[in-house]
């Protein structure tokens, strides 16, 4: 068998690894916030108290239905500005924000999202730098492993990751969102980390985890092979079960 694509032609791609991700602490989760525009109150949407953009209720990974209850909404052209202030200067290593609709349900798997948004932090609440904006389309591979999709695998309500080069000192963090529609927003975090491990599901061609007649054959021989150009050499074997299976097959002098 030969992998590969039918043309020959070797792209000199490195094969895709899945990412299994892991969340810091959110320091926003309690902390004051403030909006400069008055959330609509479409759909029951609102805050009336002011603590839902950091009560740590987040969701729900779909548009509409009860979504916008829990969330503040905005109109296209209300471009708001959240605030949230950490009451003290602290490391911020990621940002997220929960966005959602309102309407229309946009999929970002679709690449369908033309909101944008902001985000940037300041020691003092005077002065702000921008680390960066969010990407809020997305690509398959920026699903981590750990994360489930609804059924239908779109993502019209997400919890977007932003994650600086260097985690940026700061007290004040603004989210400013320029609204292409009518959206919504759950939640807003910074957390100290997130971090992504390379993540594998291992799943193999069935030849590998099942020897066939073939390849104990192969092995037999690349076990006689060894042994013999082994027998008064020292050699390092990258290959642990190999190396066993050498020393078992001296040990009882079968070659
Ligand atoms: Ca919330």
């Given at each position: 068998m030969r992998y590969g694509y039918s043309?020959?032609?070797?792209?000199?791609?490195?094969?895709?690894?899945?990412r299994w991700v892991s969340y810091g602490k959110n320091l926003a989760e309690g902390?004051?916030?403030?909006?400069a525009v008055p959330s609509k109150t479409h759909w029951e949407a609102g805050d009336p108290e002011g603590t839902k953009l950091t009560d740590g209720i987040i969701g729900p990974p779909y548009a509409g239905g009860i979504g916008p209850r829990y969330a503040l909404?905005?109109?296209?052209?209300?471009d708001p500005v959240i605030e949230v202030d950490l009451e003290q200067t602290l490391?911020?290593?990621?940002?997220?924000?929960?966005?959602?609709?309102?309407?229309?349900?946009?999929?970002?798997?679709?690449g369908q999202v033309k909101d944008r948004v902001q985000v940037l932090t300041s020691p003092d609440g005077r002065t702000f730098e921008s680390p960066a904006f969010f990407v809020l389309n997305l690509r398959w591979k920026d699903i981590p492993a750990n994360h489930m999709l609804p059924d239908d695998e779109t993502a019209t309500g997400f919890a977007y990751d932003l994650v600086p080069e260097e985690p940026v000192e700061a007290r004040y963090?603004?989210?400013?969102?320029?609204?292409?529609?009518?959206?919504?927003?759950?939640?807003?975090?910074?957390?100290?980390?997130?971090?992504?491990e390379p993540f594998d599901l291992r799943i193999a061609l069935a030849d590998t985890l099942i020897p066939n007649s073939l390849t104990i054959l192969r092995?037999?021989?690349?076990?006689?092979?060894?042994?013999?150009?082994?027998?008064?050499?020292?050699?390092v074997f990258r290959d642990e079960d190999l190396w066993h299976d050498c020393r078992r097959a001296r040990s009882q002098q079968n070659y």
């Open positions: 043309d020959g032609i070797d792209l000199d791609r490195a094969k895709h690894v899945d902390k004051p916030s403030k909006v909404c905005w109109d296209k052209g209300d490391r911020c290593g990621a940002f997220r924000i929960h966005l959602s609709a309102g309407w229309p349900w946009w999929n970002a798997m679709k963090v603004c989210f400013r969102i320029e609204a292409e529609r009518t959206l919504t927003v759950s939640e807003v975090q910074v957390l100290d980390w997130i971090r992504c092995r037999e021989k690349a076990v006689r092979s060894l042994v013999e150009a082994t027998r008064d050499s020292a050699m």
